[in-house]
């Protein structure tokens, strides 16, 4: 410790007061805080209208595909019992509701376009 140190000894000249303390402290809080980096915004305080969550999306998207083959499967058995065709109708409309859950698929998920007249804003 070197003699230019005014808080050295035994005085209580140097001594900052708690006004001081409070006034340096709340300087140093404002220049951190301008030199600090703005956060990202946190996700829970984010609006909930931008879209739906990525796990309401893959439950959509994966109910999408098993209605459709559910209810092909339940058409099929359907038109097998009443016309007695027994394997075909099954086999065809399990197809269909196959091809039809993959288009729903891709309808959602956005790889396929939607159908005019829809509210979207296009023209059809």
Do not use: C
């Not at 220049?31 to 999306?57: F, H, N, V, W, Y």
């Not at 099954?90 to 288009?103: D, E, N, R, T």
Request: no cysteine; glycine share 16%; aromatic share 6%.
């Amino acid at each position: 410790m070197n003699g230019d140190d005014s808080r050295d000894g035994n005085g209580t000249e140097g001594t900052p007061t708690d006004s001081e303390l409070s006034a340096r402290l709340r300087r140093l809080e404002t220049q951190i805080e301008r030199k600090r980096p703005q956060a990202a915004p946190d996700p829970s305080l984010r609006p909930r209208g931008t879209g739906p969550s990525s796990l309401g999306q893959a439950m959509t998207i994966s109910t999408e595909f098993v209605a459709g083959v559910i209810a092909g499967g339940i058409l099929g058995w359907i038109v097998d019992h009443v016309f007695g065709t027994k394997p075909w109708g099954l086999i065809v409309l399990l197809m269909l509701g196959f091809v039809a859950g993959i288009y729903n698929v891709m309808r959602v998920s956005g790889f396929a376009g939607t159908r005019p007249g829809r509210g979207d804003g296009q023209e059809p």
